[in-house]
């Protein structure tokens, strides 16, 4: 039916009202009314009682949010990735610092013990030194819902089409645009599972690998692309990472050729983590404690707990907007290099390609007026 997922989600929005605010009125034995719905995020970011805000809208818009909210001067949690480039990351990170803001980005694998463990093997030397780190992330397994013939729908009542499409450019509205995953398919919106289920796993393979940020390397990279109804992102991907010492980083699409998860490989042994799994070898690995003189990791539990934790203490959460930013920008290079079509050289320190000025086009997206960075 045209415009059934905008009608289901402003539906959805009114009984999440409702029932957040019976929820606290049974609380406080009073009536409560404090769950309020605003259709313009600069309404909420002008409110002096609001301290902390998520960010959770399509990947287009988390810049232009992100930055605003700083300058706002309020904390945030992001979801990932932070945006849909690489010029959009940067500022989200020196906006968040410019302001001293606190910013826990989604990668929720952080605060998960299983991950937690694996990274600190890794960087403590215990499968030895890494030499090959292997990144899987879904790809085209995740297919639109929606994949008949595309005719341009009437704007559903109601719906605000002009803010929803905000910054990307201004097509023909479709019902299928605010369909899961359909939007995580579309360009536009989104760079694709490349970087938008990639970024989970990149983060925690730089969480384990810090040297997979600390020198230049060269980016090879293959996909091949969607083309059914709106979805045109990247589908299967394989790409390389090859640094000056030796080390390598594969990342590719589940099992084409790497697992899903994240495994470090050493010239001792290799431990691998996915969600809900842990695995080594030599399998004693896992038994192995931390030394006095190994560095722990920052210890989570619980992904948004730590994250008010860190409002209140005025501190970095575990998945700080830097980690955010490299594990959402890995990606992008990654997808862009595969668009172009040859290696790249890329220096981490400088982010910026060597000596390819089309690549280097590429780590910016224009904005649709009148909205800027």
Not at 319 to 331: D, F, N, P, Q, R
Not at 364 to 370: C, D, G, Q
């Amino acid at each position: 039916m045209p415009g059934e997922s905008s009608r289901n989600s402003t539906h959805q929005l009114c009984v999440d009202r409702v029932l957040v605010n019976s929820h606290y009125s049974g609380r406080a034995e009073k009536d409560y009314k404090g769950c309020e719905a605003y259709n313009d995020f600069r309404e909420v970011l002008g409110r002096s009682d609001v301290d902390a805000v998520i960010i959770a809208p399509q990947d287009h818009w988390h810049a232009i949010m992100c930055i605003q909210a700083a300058e706002a001067g309020k904390d945030m949690y992001c979801e990932k990735p932070l945006g849909v480039s690489v010029r959009e990351c940067q500022a989200i990170r020196d906006a968040v610092r410019r302001y001293g803001r606190v910013f826990q980005t989604g990668t929720q694998q952080r605060s998960d013990r299983r991950f937690r463990q694996a990274c600190e093997l890794a960087r403590n030397g215990y499968p030895g030194r890494i030499h090959t780190v292997k990144v899987g992330a879904p790809g085209p397994s995740y297919q639109p819902r929606y994949r008949g013939p595309i005719t341009p729908e009437p704007v559903p009542k109601g719906f605000d089409y002009e803010m929803f499409v905000g910054p990307a450019p201004m097509k023909p509205w479709h019902h299928a645009r605010l369909d899961w995953p359909g939007w995580y398919l579309i360009w536009d919106y989104c760079v694709g599972f490349i970087c938008n289920w990639g970024v989970h796993h990149l983060d925690i393979a730089h969480w384990g690998c810090p040297e997979l940020a600390a020198a230049p390397f060269e980016l090879a990279c293959t996909a091949d692309y969607r083309n059914l109804g709106l979805t045109d992102n990247v589908n299967g991907w394989s790409g390389e990472f090859v640094y000056p010492s030796g080390l390598r980083m594969l990342f590719s699409d589940n099992g084409h050729p790497c697992a899903q998860g994240c495994r470090f490989e050493g010239d001792q042994g290799w431990v691998h983590v996915d969600r809900g799994s842990i695995a080594a070898d030599p399998p004693s690995l896992l038994q192995a404690t931390l030394k006095p003189d190994d560095t722990p990791l920052h210890h989570s539990d619980h992904h948004q707990a730590d994250f008010v934790q860190a409002v209140r203490n005025r501190t970095d959460p575990v998945s700080t907007v830097e980690a955010g930013h490299l594990a959402s920008y890995y990606g992008m290079i990654a997808d862009i290099a595969a668009r172009v079509r040859r290696k790249l050289k890329w220096d981490p320190i400088a982010e910026r390609f060597e000596g390819d000025p089309e690549a280097t086009r590429m780590l910016s997206r224009p904005m649709r007026a009148p909205w800027t960075l």
